[in-house]
């Protein structure tokens, strides 16, 4: 198993330009996250999904978005992107939501806004 | 609201035992996990207490006190590789998801 894949693992977008994040998992996992981490700092939830075709809010949602049509994919979009938005981005899934079920993280796509 | 502390860094020396600790204040608590994660790299799952006490895994044991609303890891027989950030998060309920500390950045030393 490859665990849970990104795409890009860099990136550097010009202040106002668009792109997708994408984030492929292929452990058959319901719930899937995605999360931003900005230097020194914890992990905050943009939007999390538990399942194809659901899609939630999280701590930080605002300038992003998100879709979930399969299980295996949940990508990430920025739209109209700003020098706030230079961060490390990581998706994850689990089994549940249930934190005693491990969250298996992606090797993150760092993003910086010029 | 919520909130969780930790110790922003920890330094200990190769061979020892070192305690991160974890305070929370959470609308509502279900279970406290530990995660790790090296400098640059992507964070992975350690340890999971639901309930009070001890749960030990290897080196690494991990513990919580509900009615302190107080969760500590405990590392022991320190090696230069545990070098590294260490996060608390916190699940307030069975179907909600994980709220992260910020970490706590813990350097071995020789």
């Known amino acids: 198993n490859a665990g849970v894949t990104q795409t890009p693992k860099f990136r550097i977008l010009k202040i106002g330009q668009s792109m997708t994040l994408q984030c492929t998992q292929d452990?058959?996992?319901?719930?899937m996250y995605w999360y931003r981490q900005d230097p020194g700092m914890g992990l905050k939830l943009i939007y999390y999904?538990?399942?194809?075709?659901?899609?939630d809010k999280g701590e930080v949602p605002n300038g992003y978005n998100v879709s979930r049509s399969t299980t295996e994919d949940f990508p990430l979009r920025l739209e109209l992107a700003a020098p706030s938005q230079t961060s490390v981005y990581f998706c994850a899934s689990s089994y549940s939501t249930d934190a005693s079920y491990e969250q298996y993280f992606g090797p993150g796509t760092r993003l910086t806004v010029t | 609201g919520q909130s969780l502390e930790q110790p922003s860094e920890v330094t200990a020396v190769e061979g020892a035992i070192v305690q991160i600790n974890c305070t929370y204040q959470t609308s509502g608590f279900y279970g406290l996990s530990w995660y790790q994660q090296h400098d640059g790299g992507a964070p992975t799952f350690l340890s999971y207490n639901a309930l009070d006490g001890l749960e030990e895994t290897g080196r690494f044991s991990s513990f919580l006190s509900r009615s302190d609303s107080y969760g500590y890891l405990l590392l022991q027989e320190l090696q230069m590789k545990d070098s590294a950030s260490y996060f608390c998060?916190?699940?307030?309920?069975?179907?909600?998801?994980?709220?992260f500390g910020k970490g706590t950045r813990l350097s071995v030393i020789a």
């Open positions: 999904s538990v399942g194809a075709g659901i899609t």
């Open positions: 452990m058959n996992h319901n719930y």
């Open positions: 998060a916190v699940s307030k309920s069975g179907n909600t998801p994980l709220v």
